[in-house]
């Protein structure tokens, strides 16, 4: 069931990509839907899980865009285990700490974006910063958004679907 | 067996994926230099997600099409009623103009006729005609304020009209050529033969007092001869239609008038040099 709703939510951020590619071209230098699911789902607190999501998200988000093949499937699977590992040991909950965690979780990606991309073409993005800011502002409220729409939809807290039952 | 040693090493799944992202990344970059943009995995990757970005661009596009069907739709409806507005305008703006125009001909027409008179002239616009019944007469917007009198001779580029026989100050009252009472001292344009054109119940002109042996033919013009002391000589009355010997000493002529007075809107009256009434009352 959590892998279903995954890969619904997989298919959503792809279908934003592609309206986005379609209508704002570029957008996605200040807004990650990728980003919001994978973190959406670290916050279960599985490590294997969120290590599994991050490198189908990201390879999907790599193969739909300009970027090396990989670059998204690493950046993303960095963010999913920290969430993942950070979420096992910390109980977060509600609208606000999923926000935390979306900016968190972008400001990680693109500082692992930027350190790879200067490794591999020996050349640093440019504007990074404000990029950066930009797309950790756009990404969080929009992330939040989508959850307080989850929260009256699901009429349970989002993360406990997500979450993993506990083993006796 | 294996998922459940890989679930309990998590950090050491996490270190060989990004190795393997880092190495497919590499591998990647290198084909990307020597021109080879897509790799295997990731053809792989694309073809399994293609449905979405091809169903979004289908719906995309669909709603596109609507919308922009939508816009054309709203532009055309808007343009089609300011057009119908301006062909409105237009058409109004038209009817205006060909009247203007078709006032401008005929004061042209009146103002060139009026120059060929050596008396003085003055325009006046029919505001009622009578032709049907007994008495036929018409009604001009001019009167005595503007200088008509009583004998004035009234008539249209085409021909005679009549003369003023009543004025008040701002309208004047004209017996038609055609009226039964009237008489117009008359000549024939081609032979010179002088005769009485006197009006008639059935719209045409009889010219009276024409000798049997006088030289009068179908389609003669007749003109005002100037001998009544009324009408200026030379002015068009109209055209014979019918002449036959009559029993008497004299011919029977009908003429068909010149002015077609159910179509005539402007007149000039003519302020002929009148007689004075003693001379007119003298007898020796």
Same mark, same amino acid.
């Given at each position: 069931?959590?892998?279903?709703?995954?890969?619904?939510?997989?298919?959503?951020?792809?279908?934003?990509?592609?309206?986005?590619?379609?209508?704002f071209p570029n957008a996605l230098a200040f807004f990650?839907?990728? *980003?919001?699911?994978?973190?959406?789902?670290?916050?279960?607190?599985?490590?294997?899980?969120?290590?599994?999501?991050?490198?189908?998200a990201g390879l999907v988000e790599d193969a739909f865009s300009n970027a090396i093949f990989g670059l998204h499937a690493f950046s993303l699977? *960095?963010?999913?285990?920290?969430?993942?590992? *950070?979420?096992?040991?910390?109980?977060?909950?509600?609208?606000?700490?999923?926000?935390?965690?979306?900016?968190?979780?972008?400001?990680?990606?693109?500082?692992?974006?930027?350190?790879?991309?200067?490794?591999?073409?020996?050349?640093p993005i440019e504007m990074f910063e404000e990029g950066m800011l930009i797309k950790t502002l756009i990404t969080s409220l929009f992330g939040m958004l989508i959850y307080q729409l989850l929260v009256l939809f699901l009429h349970e807290e989002p993360l406990d679907a997500v979450r993993r039952p506990a083993t006796r | 067996m294996m998922q459940v040693?890989? %679930?309990?090493?998590?950090? =050491?799944?996490?270190?060989?994926?990004?190795?393997? /992202?880092? /190495?497919?990344m590499s591998t990647s970059q290198r084909t990307r230099v020597v021109g080879e943009t897509r790799t295997l995995f990731e053809r792989t990757v694309m073809?399994?997600?293609?449905?979405?970005?091809?169903?979004?661009?289908?719906?995309?596009?669909?709603g596109l099409d609507i919308y922009h069907g939508y816009l054309d739709m709203r532009r055309a409806v808007s343009e089609n009623v300011q057009?119908?507005?301006?062909?409105? %305008?237009?058409?109004? %703006? +038209? =009817?205006? =103009?060909?009247?203007? +125009?078709?006032?401008?001909?005929?004061?042209?027409?009146?103002?060139?006729?009026? %120059?060929e008179?050596?008396?003085?002239? /003055?325009?006046?616009e029919i505001v009622m005609v009578d032709t049907s019944g007994r008495f036929k007469s018409a009604i001009l917007d001019r009167g005595s304020d503007h200088g008509v009198e009583i004998n004035d001779v009234v008539v249209?580029?085409?021909?005679?009209?009549?003369?003023?026989?009543?004025?008040?100050?701002?309208?004047?009252?004209?017996? /038609?050529?055609?009226?039964?009472?009237?008489s117009v001292g008359s000549l024939v344009e081609r032979s010179r033969r002088q005769g009485v054109v006197i009006g008639s119940d059935r719209g045409l002109l009889s010219m009276e007092y024409v000798p049997n042996m006088s030289d009068v033919v179908v389609g003669d013009l007749i003109l005002t001869a100037g001998i009544d002391g009324v009408f200026p000589k030379g002015v068009p009355i109209g055209k014979v239609v019918q002449t036959e010997e009559g029993a008497d000493l004299f011919k029977n002529v009908m003429v068909q008038p010149s002015v077609d007075f159910r179509s005539v809107e402007e007149v000039l009256i003519l302020h002929t040099r009148k007689i004075p009434a003693e001379v007119a009352r003298y007898q020796p």
């Open positions: 069931m959590r892998w279903l709703r995954f890969l619904v939510g997989l298919l959503i951020a792809l279908t934003i990509h592609s309206l986005l590619d379609g209508f990650s839907p990728y *980003v919001i699911l994978v973190a959406y789902y670290a916050m279960g607190g599985n490590l294997f899980g969120a290590i599994v999501a991050g490198v189908i699977t *960095v963010v999913g285990y920290l969430v993942a590992y *950070v979420t096992s040991r910390l109980v977060l909950r509600g609208t606000l700490a999923f926000g935390l965690a979306l900016a968190g979780s972008v400001i990680v990606s693109e500082i692992v974006i930027y350190i790879l991309v200067t490794i591999l073409t020996s050349r | 040693a890989v %679930e309990r090493r998590p950090t =050491l799944l996490f270190l060989i994926v990004l190795a393997v /992202l880092f /190495l497919l073809t399994l997600f293609s449905p979405v970005p091809k169903a979004v661009n289908q719906v995309g596009q669909g057009l119908r507005r301006r062909l409105a %305008e237009l058409t109004q %703006e +038209n =009817l205006i =103009l060909r009247r203007s +125009n078709s006032d401008l001909a005929r004061m042209r027409s009146l103002l060139s006729y009026s %120059e008179f050596t008396i003085p002239t /003055l325009l006046a249209h580029p085409s021909g005679l009209v009549g003369r003023v026989i009543l004025t008040t100050k701002d309208l004047s009252k004209i017996q /038609l050529v055609i009226d039964r009472g009237a």
